[in-house]
């Protein structure tokens, strides 16, 4: 189980593929491609926005005289109620148990769910498979699927004992998902390092 400082924000909507996440703190979701739990859901960070609570209301330029971007911040501290990050979070499975499924949960995360970022070691015990890379390749993402699974894959392998071991094994998993797609598969391949 994470630690509370591990909790980076809570579901403001949830479906049966994906959830969306407001952060805390502004500017503080978590990178893209993170593994992070609702519950006992798992998904990876899909992608990340930070926008005004108002809609339509766009924020205005204010940091002309500012001697930097954190002045600007100090000299209006309203900007912090004014605006909120968001991070936008796919599915890949769930916990049952004490089993880790790499498909989708019978239900959706609960909104007001607190997500965690999950610790290094949760992060090794749900990528001791790589069924989820499929749900991630046939996803319909607001970023590419290819950048997606790299930035997920790079963030795994960190905490693998052997790294170079993992990525070879996530690229023949990739090669058998993909077979027929090599500019994918190449694309993929190339965001590793």
Do not use: W
């Not at 500017?27 to 998904?43: H, K």
């Not at 890949?92 to 610790?119: D, M, N, W």
């Amino acid at each position: 189980m994470p630690e509370l400082t591990d909790r980076v924000g809570e579901v403001v909507e949830a479906g049966t593929t994906s959830c969306i996440a407001q952060c805390y703190e502004l500017y503080e979701a978590p990178p893209l491609g993170s593994l992070v739990r609702t519950g006992d859901i798992y998904g990876i960070v899909s992608h990340a926005a930070t926008t005004g609570l108002e809609p339509g209301r766009h924020p205005i330029a204010r940091g002309k005289d500012a001697a930097s971007e954190e002045a600007v911040y100090k000299d209006n501290p309203q900007l912090n109620k004014l605006f909120r990050s968001e991070f936008g979070v796919l599915v890949v499975g769930h916990r049952s148990g004490e089993k880790i499924c790499q498909y989708l949960p019978p239900g959706t995360a609960r909104i007001h769910g607190f997500v965690y970022r999950c610790p290094a070691e949760e992060v090794k015990t749900f990528s001791r498979s790589l069924n989820f890379l499929n749900m991630m390749i046939n996803a319909e993402l607001p970023v590419s699927a290819e950048e997606l699974i790299a930035a997920a894959l790079r963030g795994m392998s960190a905490v693998q004992d052997d790294p170079h071991q993992f990525l070879i094994a996530a690229g023949k998993e990739l090669a058998v998902l993909l077979s027929g797609q090599y500019p994918r598969l190449r694309a993929i391949a190339g965001r590793l390092s």
